[in-house]
């Protein structure tokens, strides 16, 4: 079956990093519109970044909310079925569970998520 297991999450002072990643395995990763989204208490999720990959060696796209363009790069290794999330400056308001997405077709994945917490 379907399943995405996101690591890399933890406790980071304002102005670290962190990287984030996501192991994909049940289904063709090609094609797969993989996503980043994260959800702080009492918020909605929303989307950080999205990274699509048709199976041509150049033939990638990315997204970035406005939030966090420039300070968060999105990537994914094809052969390993993995994406991450490089998360660099970070700030309190980053603070949230981010979990890894999938879609496939009309079908959408959830991951289970994990904690970044951006405290001083």
């Known amino acids: 079956q379907v399943q995405l297991v996101e690591s890399g999450g933890g406790l980071v002072h304002p102005g670290g990093s962190l990287r984030l990643s996501c192991a994909a395995s049940?289904?063709?990763?090609?094609?797969?519109?993989m996503s980043w989204y994260r959800q702080a208490p009492g918020k909605e999720r929303e989307s950080v970044a999205a990274i699509s990959w048709d199976g041509d060696w150049d033939d990638e796209a990315t997204n970035y909310a406005d939030s966090v363009k420039g300070r968060f790069t999105i990537s994914r290794d094809n052969a390993k079925k993995m994406i991450n999330l490089q998360m660099n400056s970070l700030r309190p308001e980053d603070t949230s569970v981010y979990y890894c997405?999938?879609?496939?077709?009309?079908?959408?994945?959830w991951g289970r998520g994990t904690q970044v917490t951006v405290s001083s």
């Open positions: 049940g289904f063709t990763f090609r094609g797969a519109l």
């Open positions: 997405r999938a879609h496939i077709g009309a079908t959408t994945y």
